[in-house]
């Protein structure tokens, strides 16, 4: 009798022990992003990963990290090849040219309405995330670049942070010749970079935007403003901190990130670019918070200065995702209190307003709650899909002023407004 009980107990447990794992292996699943933030970037989705987890058992999260030019192969060969990650994650830019190459990622709108907290995203922020009529990524972190000084150089050279581009120029020439670094070697005011044509017209955008102005080169119904008397002006001034003003390493034309961080984290420089990510890094390795942060040189007393958003960075959904249902919960995820507390704290950039900056080194608070003005770049791609082929055509105009300074930067100005018009309006016409 004994023995027919536990034959009639195993019998059962044995199906009920079977169906168990059966749901656990079922919800067992390993969701894959893809993104560039590097190590601070993986321990937020690790983060992020762990709290979603606590509603979703058996869920993991791995982040995969590659370096930028890498990031955009791998999305776009395995997106075509139907071998695509669950996400991928990076700035909208960056999404836009996958999106462009691929036509397969998920519309996010559908998903955006379903989050019930949304209040804090901006018209931009929503106008950002969109590309050729669909949203293409949910926007989770504001990218903002403020203009950085070492706070002990301008001890050392008696100065406060400059606000105007002539405090600027009178800065940086302090810097050069006084040596507040205390070695002997060469010190320049700024860190810049030129090499390609994103990396010498993104420090351009900088400079302009963060200037009060709108667009760089070419507005959305497609008008060169280069030679427009503003712009001319920015213009004007930074190619002779190039050449007549001699205050970037004079191998800058071969800089692209790396070698420009090389020249901030070595000491070499008084003034460059922060973004809200490099805030971490910088309170230690290199500058150790010998830093302040603030808005970009104001140009015109008319024209408040700004601290430039340069973007976006957002998540989107592969259509081809292998799991997308439970990748497009996790996209949405990452816009709760809880991701974005640990997105704050681990890449230092988020866009809710509700999280807690205390444990935050003074710099990063500041771009947290920024009480300073925000100014948003475009990304004239995402309206002229040639515009790549013209600023390559730009790119390779400056440079070759740089190399050979014109006499009359102002005729050089508007000779280059007309080749720019001309080239545009050919890409147009043949679609790039």
């Given amino acids: 009798m004994f023995h027919r009980r536990m034959f009639s107990k195993r019998g059962l447990l044995a199906p009920l022990l079977i169906l168990l794992l059966g749901v656990a292996a079922a919800r067992a699943q390993e969701l894959t992003i893809w993104h560039d933030l590097g190590d601070n970037g993986t321990k937020w989705f690790a983060a992020a990963g762990e709290a979603f987890a606590k509603t979703h058992p058996g869920v993991t999260v791995r982040a995969i990290s590659y370096p930028t030019d890498q990031w955009f192969g791998r999305c776009i060969g395995a997106i075509n090849t139907n071998t695509a990650p669950d996400l991928i994650y990076n700035n909208y830019e960056r999404v836009i040219r996958v999106a462009s190459q691929t036509h397969r990622l998920m519309d996010m709108k559908p998903v955006l309405e379903t989050i019930a907290e949304k209040g804090f995203l901006s018209a931009d922020d929503l106008r950002v995330a969109t590309y050729a009529g669909r949203m293409i990524i949910l926007p989770v972190q504001r990218v903002q670049m403020a203009f950085g000084v070492r706070k002990s150089w301008l001890d050392k050279v008696g100065e406060k942070p400059p606000v105007t581009w002539d405090d600027t120029l009178r800065v940086g020439r302090k810097f050069q010749t006084e040596h507040?670094?205390?070695g002997t070697a060469p010190v320049f005011a700024f860190a810049l970079e030129a090499a390609n044509p994103r990396d010498l017209i993104h420090m351009l955008d900088l400079?302009?935007?963060?200037?009060?102005?709108?667009?760089?080169?070419?507005?959305?119904?497609?008008?060169?403003?280069?030679?427009?008397p503003e712009h001319a002006k920015v213009m004007e001034e930074f190619l002779k901190v190039f050449t007549t003003y001699h205050m970037v390493p004079p191998d800058t034309v071969n800089y692209s990130f790396n070698e420009m961080y090389q020249v901030i984290e070595g000491g070499r420089t008084g003034m460059f670019r922060v973004g809200d990510w490099n805030v971490g890094k910088w309170m230690k390795d290199g500058l150790n918070g010998d830093f302040v942060v603030g808005p970009w040189p104001r140009f015109f007393p008319d024209k408040q200065s700004a601290v430039v958003i340069g973007g976006m960075r957002g998540v989107a959904v592969p259509e081809?995702?292998?799991?997308?249902?439970?990748?497009?919960?996790?996209?949405?995820f990452l816009l709760g209190k809880e991701a974005q507390q640990a997105s704050l704290n681990f890449v230092g950039a988020a866009v809710r307003k509700d999280l807690d900056v205390s444990a935050l080194p003074p710099q990063s608070q500041q771009f947290a709650r920024p009480t300073w003005n925000l100014i948003a770049y475009d990304f004239p791609e995402s309206v002229h899909p040639w515009y790549p082929q013209l600023e390559a055509s730009f790119h390779k105009k400056l440079m070759a002023a740089v190399a050979n300074p014109p006499t009359d930067w102002q005729a050089f100005i508007k000779q280059t407004a007309s080749q720019m018009r001309e080239e545009a309006k050919a890409l147009a016409a043949k679609g790039g």
């Fill in 207 to 228: 400079f302009t935007f963060g200037a009060g102005l709108r667009d760089t080169l070419i507005d959305d119904a497609g008008n060169i403003v280069i030679d427009d």
């Fill in 320 to 332: 081809n995702s292998p799991h997308q249902a439970l990748a497009t919960e996790f996209a949405a």
């Fill in 180 to 182: 507040p670094d205390g």
